[in-house]
């Protein structure tokens, strides 16, 4: 690694072994879990199919990821609803 | 008391598991405990030249499950150290000439009259692995702070909860301080954080484990090695003592990080 290199990975704080430690965990959520990217994916949008059919969702902003504390693994879904579709408004 | 049994093991090979079990095995017979060591990389014997016990063999653990040899008989015992003994692997044989009940009954055989019965683990997560793993009471995990053997622990990890032989101990091996300062090696805290078990040992890089086992001598017999100081120190956990960490990790302030990154390279 030349000096430069180094100057750039301790300025910005990107040091190789950060890097390394960021991967590893993305790479072992789904290692542990057995669940790809794509499954994620097809999750997300059964999951929006679903609440659709009751309530009106914001569809581009729904999260659905993997998240993990320790080694316990969690599925968490972010589904913000469209304005206008609380009780109120409807009645 | 019947003896503990040990499995070393690490989904990664070359990551130091026959000499992590060769200097523990040093470590803890130094302490007077009678200590067997069983080489489970049946086809890849290794074991008997880091002890330096390889001309020494005349039946190993095939003979013994097959019937050839009795449990003492293969038994190699260290001259070095009052009660060390070695049951080599097979050298001309796979590992499917042995069972998990296998090891399980040789393991059981063994316990009457050892202390700790240690388990070097062949390399992946098949047979072999399974083998080392069926009679364990303990297990201990080795890594190395890099990518590839940390993702591989993790499996094994993984694999040993499902076993029911949970949590593995980890041991950090080859850790390189002035690395880790510099930003360019994960530190025993960033492994500790993605791995999430207990942590029983971290051995620094040394160039005296290459020299020990060209010498078939574990670095444990030498009180000055630093690496065998960290195995004994991994001993005298085994045995139940509070034995603080060594310092490789002091955080570096400002000045040794500029230091560092004006340091000859």
Same mark, same amino acid.
């Given at each position: 690694? /030349?000096?430069w290199?180094?100057l750039?990975?301790?300025?910005?704080?990107?040091?190789?072994?950060?890097?390394?430690?960021?991967r590893?965990?993305?790479?072992?959520?789904?290692?542990?879990?057995?669940?790809?990217p794509?499954?994620?994916?097809?999750?997300?949008?059964?999951?929006?199919?679903?609440i659709?059919k009751?309530?009106?969702?914001?569809?581009?902003?729904?999260?659905?990821?993997? /998240?993990?504390?320790k080694?316990?693994?969690?599925?968490?879904?972010?589904?913000?609803?469209?304005?206008?579709?609380?009780?109120?408004?409807?009645? | 008391?019947?003896?503990?049994?040990?499995?070393?093991?690490?989904?990664?090979g070359?990551?130091?598991?026959?000499?992590?079990?060769?200097?523990i095995?040093?470590?803890?017979?130094?302490?007077?405990?009678?200590?067997?060591c069983?080489?489970?990389?049946?086809?890849?014997?290794?074991?008997?030249?880091?002890?330096?016990?390889?001309?020494?063999?005349?039946?190993d653990?095939?003979?013994?499950v097959e019937?050839?040899?009795?449990v003492?008989?293969?038994?190699?015992?260290?001259?070095?150290?009052p009660?060390?003994?070695?049951?080599?692997?097979?050298?001309?044989?796979?590992?499917?000439?042995?069972s998990?009940?296998?090891?399980?009954?040789?393991?059981?055989?063994?316990?009457?009259?050892?202390?700790?019965?240690?388990?070097?683990?062949?390399?992946?997560?098949?047979?072999?692995?399974?083998?080392?793993?069926?009679?364990?009471?303990?297990?201990?995990?080795?890594?190395?702070?890099?990518?590839?053997?940390?993702?591989?622990?993790?499996?094994?990890?993984?694999?040993?909860?499902?076993?029911?032989?949970?949590?593995?101990h980890?041991?950090?091996?080859?850790?390189k301080?002035?690395?880790?300062?510099?930003?360019?090696?994960?530190?025993?805290?960033?492994?500790?954080?993605?791995?999430?078990?207990?942590?029983?040992?971290?051995?620094?890089?040394?160039?005296?484990?290459?020299?020990s086992?060209?010498?078939?001598a574990?670095?444990?017999?030498d009180?000055?090695?630093?690496?065998?100081?960290?195995?004994?120190?991994?001993?005298?956990?085994?045995?139940?003592?509070?034995?603080?960490?060594?310092?490789?990790?002091?955080?570096?302030?400002?000045?040794?990080?500029?230091?560092?990154?004006f340091?000859?390279?």
């Open positions: 690694m /030349t000096w290199e180094r750039i990975g301790w300025t910005s704080g990107t040091s190789s072994a950060a890097s390394a430690k960021e590893l965990q993305l790479v072992l959520i789904h290692d542990r879990t057995d669940v790809t794509a499954t994620i994916e097809l999750i997300k949008d059964e999951i929006i199919a679903v659709q009751h309530v009106a969702i914001d569809a581009g902003q729904v999260e659905v990821a993997l /998240t993990q504390d080694r316990e693994n969690r599925l968490v879904a972010n589904i913000p609803l469209l304005e206008g579709t609380s009780r109120r408004r409807r009645r | 008391m019947a003896g503990k049994v040990i499995t070393i093991t690490s989904g990664k070359g990551v130091g598991k026959t000499t992590t079990t060769a200097n095995a040093v470590a803890l017979a130094q302490t007077g405990a009678k200590v067997v069983i080489d489970a990389d049946i086809g890849l014997r290794n074991l008997d030249v880091v002890m330096g016990l390889e001309n020494r063999i005349v039946y653990i095939v003979d013994i019937g050839r040899a009795r003492r008989q293969a038994m190699i015992k260290d001259k070095r150290l009660e060390m003994y070695l049951i080599p692997a097979a050298q001309t044989r796979d590992k499917a000439a042995v998990p009940a296998d090891m399980i009954k040789l393991a059981e055989e063994l316990r009457q009259d050892m202390d700790y019965i240690l388990v070097d683990s062949p390399a992946g997560i098949e047979r072999g692995f399974r083998n080392a793993v069926a009679p364990a009471d303990q297990v201990l995990i080795v890594t190395n702070p890099e990518v590839s053997a940390v993702r591989d622990a993790d499996r094994i990890v993984g694999l040993i909860e499902a076993e029911g032989k949970g949590p593995g980890l041991i950090i091996n080859r850790v301080m002035e690395m880790v300062k510099r930003g360019d090696m994960l530190s025993q805290e960033d492994v500790l954080d993605i791995l999430a078990i207990p942590l029983i040992g971290v051995v620094p890089e040394d160039e005296g484990i290459l020299v086992s060209n010498r078939g574990p670095a444990a017999l009180d000055k090695n630093r690496a065998g100081q960290a195995y004994r120190d991994i001993a005298r956990r085994l045995l139940g003592q509070d034995v603080p960490f060594m310092a490789l990790e002091e955080k570096s302030g400002f000045l040794q990080r500029l230091g560092a990154l340091g000859a390279r």
